[in-house]
């Protein structure tokens, strides 16, 4: 068929007006199909992993992330075979000045600082505010997204009112984390004292975050924990961190169905497109089919010929469509940035190469298969009827 | 003098194939936009039905949920012989202390498990609530026995009437489904609050406190005095305004199809233009006698952006039917103030169709609008002379 790609080639661009919108709609439509493409596999693929969190492990209670787990568990857990570091974790509902704005609203954890930073080893610190952090029992540390966000300087006094409770902290240091944005870090002695004697709360956390000695333990190692404590009062359920955040993502909706729908929509709407300009071309040309076929063209030829040009046409929109959507991909990553952690994900979002071939094979099914009922009606086509055509 | 429209009519029913296909590949744009409105729709329709304007919801200072929310006794003792708060069918004050938590089950939608909302309360709290049993009976206070919603029966296999689902400290026994209309409560789990805090060591503070006013005013009244009592450190917020909040858990989801929307619309509308390009190549000759009989240019764009919006409100009508049917969908979002799962349905309402429509009808003007002014350009005799 390649014999014919100069006849091919300038009968896509006879009509230039109508090859460029065609071209320009299949590409938007196909750019589209990519960022959701894109989207899917960072949402639910988690998207690349650094290999702190790939190793890193999320301990909570069986039933549900709000019932508590007591905080001896932490001694049992880090004599578990594979486990390099345990640090506890409550969640603390604190309100930083006015709540109203939401520029105030961060995640606020009390941790184990000594530990923290075993779980965390991507987390970036220096040595002398990592040492204020452990030397002092009301300090904090923020990420630096937090401190930016809110224009923390260290030392900074931080009010966080609570219930029953309110917390006087002093930003002791600022790390740098790739992955999550806005998170303040404080001590968990301090809360357990600060909290009145007898409350049933004082010695229970709600997770554990464990680091395991390497990748291939993981999965082992959240079994033996859940073994442990299976027959106690307080059943605990692991997973890695990628799966417990992906569980997040199932909060957002029924998306992988939503993003299914919307591809296949997509892909159903470029086939529409692509097969009507194809046929309003091979239409206004029934003459000339007619013409070629009295010169000797088989009624193949004239087929390959149609096919061809639709299949052009189609890869040259799959490929702006890639261009267009690894700009866009980079566009919502930046637009992001401010993301929840549980999202962090699509803020690393790019069309990988995967998705990128997968367009393109996309591009050339919809070209193949647009093509065929105008190409085999002009095949079709008796030269007689074609030269008596009147278009 | 204007050209009839009847005329566009004809020329988009000779070329029905191209008219359909392209107003096809807007209409999908157009029923992607329909779904994601609808979507928000039903879920603003689920808050607003929960919500009773006479009631008011009393938090922690500063707290702007019920799940991260402590009252203390003594506030809700306080709180309960407040004036201006309406009687119930015992003649006791209509202040309902309750105690709200989630726990983790496997869904149809999700089988690792998603987050629903579990509700302790007493009678008065029922009371307080336009909600129905619909099936077995209540819960008997001092029990381990728990009343589902009618969303969570569904959606739920293992939290049918007769079985046991476990959270807090054991077993409880699901002895009945209820059904407040289309609103949040279906998608709650209720237990007596007494059994439900002592399974949470929470007996001495409930999360929230719901009063109901006798009326509007003593409604303002009350949420100012409550809010000014330093001693009780509350927050008093409308169940309204509570709830209304809470439509925002359907933002990512909707700000998505809008997004797709928009994208697949552009698409669209390129292939819409290349259709009325080809229209007009395809009419040359009868341009040119149309200008030949006296009609203006601006008769000329006119006509051919009528045609234009003709087969995108064509489209717009095609994108609304193939929405219709998600009326009959329920879905659930995660609604992040709760941390547990809202099921609703999806609400094609007038509204929403009418975005929609008007949505393809602006495409097809924008889509007109190059190939009408070249129509309405054109030399007469050269469009004449057109083969």
Redesign the interface.
Known sequence: MFSYLPLVLRNAVRNR??TA??V???A??L??LGV?LALYRSLFYGGDTTPGQAMRLVVHHK?????DLPVAYEEKIAQIPGVRAVTRLRWF?G?YKD?RDTRNQFAQFAIEPQTLFDVYPEFRITASEKQAFLSQKTACVASRALAEKLSWKLGERITL?G??ITLELTLAGIFDDPGVSSVLYFNWAYLRDSLPVGD?HRDMVQQFYVEANNKDVVSDVARQIDEAFADS?YPTKSEPEQAFFL??V??????K??LAA?CG??T???L??S???L??SVRERTREVGILKTLGFSSGEILEMVVGEASLIAVAGGLLGCVLASGLCAAIAAAMKNAPGFVSAIKGLSLSPLAAALTLIIALLIGLASSVVPGLSAARTSILDALRYN? | MAIPISYNLRNLMVRK??TI??A??IA??V??LVASLALVNGLRTVFRNTANPLQLLVL?????SE????V?TEAFATLRSQAGITLGRRGEPLASPELV????LPSV??P????VTVRGLTTTGIEMRKVRLIAGRWFQPGQREIVVGKAVAKRYPSARIGRQI????GDWEIVGVMHGGESAMDSEIWGDLNQVSGD??RQASPSSVLLQATDAPTLDALQHSIEDDRRL?ARAITEQDYYQNQTSS?A??EF??IF?AV??A??????A???M??AVA?RAKEIGTLRTLGFSETSILASFLIESMLLSVLAGILGCLLALPLNWVT????N?AS?S?IAFQFHTGTAVMFAGLTFAIVLGALGGFLPARSAARKEILSALRDE
């Not at chain 1, 199932?250 to 998306?255: A, D, H, Q, R, Y």
């Not at chain 2, 938590?101 to 983790?104: A, L």
């Open positions: 007006r109508r919108l065609t320009a709609s299949v938007v439509s750019c589209l959701l039933i549900a992330l709000t019932q509902g309100t709540a009112v219930m029953p049933d009062p569980s997040f199932s909060f957002l909706g029924n998306l169905l939503f919307i929509a997509v159903f709407t470029i529409l497109i097969a009507n300009m046929s309003m278009g | 194939t191209t296909m392209t096809l590949g999908l744009s029923a992607i922690r200072k500063g707290g702007d799940l991260g929310s402590i203390s938590n989630v726990v983790n939608d999700n690792k498990g998603m987050n476990q959270f807090g400290k949470y060591n450190g359907g990512p989801l998505l199809g797709v994208i697949m552009i698409g669209g509308g390129f292939a233009i290349n259709t390009y080809a395809l879905t659930g979002v995660g992040f941390f799962e």
